[in-house]
């Protein structure tokens, strides 16, 4: 009796992704078939079961955007396998980076990760340090990555570019900020009757379909005045203005004089 609960405990599932290019198959004879019978002979002796065979015939591994790969990688995530076996690393990815960061990600899913013909699998106790080191790189690209991404937003900002979507009187053409001719009379509107009459924020915001806090934000965009802003960092933007500088300061000293009163 007790073998023969042994002998029916479920196993863990794997899922099998092959991969050729055209150019695989044409210069090194890569089969999908041999990767699929060497693969799935040796998921069951670590002990699976074969979920799925994931096959990608004719596809670069120059990117991840493959339909069997993705299709993978959302049955991983959905925890429908323990497992993703590979032939070989550049048959799930020629690039380092997308390697680095997907086997990162694999881990946070719970899924192993075994390469055949690189002896990498993180099942083991030397698996979980390959997993660490692997992670510790996708930290360090997912800094650089930021880094990055910050300096050319601070470069941008610099030259006068628009970093963020376009502000209520604007829009984004060519990537560029052009002032929206159905909506820049209202910003105009806003800043002549909030500098010049004795309207409340809550009245002006109502009045114009805002929360009150919307409001204010608005009135201290200065966009309005031709202005990009980066962080602390605020540079001539290449847009026109749609309030001159003096009004715009003046609506700055009311609210000034807005919020001291409530203090």
Do not use: C
Not at 126 to 139: N, R, V, Y
Not at 150 to 174: C, D, N, Q, V, W
């Amino acid at each position: 009796m007790k073998n023969f609960q042994q002998n029916n405990i479920a196993r863990p599932l794997a899922a099998i992704y092959v991969r050729v290019s055209t150019q695989d198959q044409v210069q090194h004879g890569f089969s999908l078939n041999a990767q699929e019978d060497a693969l799935s002979n040796y998921a069951q002796i670590m002990g699976y079961d074969i979920f799925k065979i994931y096959r990608e015939e004719g596809r670069s591994a120059k990117d991840l955007k493959r339909p069997e790969m993705q299709q993978m990688l959302s049955d991983a995530q959905n925890k429908k396998f323990s497992a993703i076996f590979i032939y070989k690393l550049d048959r799930f990815s020629r690039s380092v980076r997308d390697l680095v960061l997907t086997i990162d990600q694999l881990k946070t899913w719970g899924i192993d990760f075994v390469s055949f013909q690189d002896r990498i699998e993180t099942a083991s106790a030397q698996g979980k340090l390959m997993f660490h080191i692997i992670s510790a790189f996708a930290e360090f690209e997912r800094n650089v990555i930021s880094d990055r991404t910050k300096f050319t937003m601070a470069s941008k900002a610099k030259e006068g570019g628009f970093i963020t979507r376009a502000p209520l009187g604007y829009k984004l053409f060519h990537k560029q900020l052009i002032i929206d001719p159905l909506k820049v009379d209202s910003i105009k509107n806003i800043f002549q009757e909030f500098s010049n009459t004795g309207i409340s924020l809550t009245q002006l915001a109502k009045k114009n379909n805002l929360t009150t806090s919307g409001l204010i934000k608005l009135l201290k965009n200065t966009t309005y005045i031709g202005k990009v802003k980066f962080g602390e960092q605020e540079n001539e933007g290449r847009h026109n203005a749609i309030i001159p500088p003096e009004l715009f300061h003046k609506a700055q000293e009311k609210l000034t004089k807005i919020s001291f009163s409530r203090s």
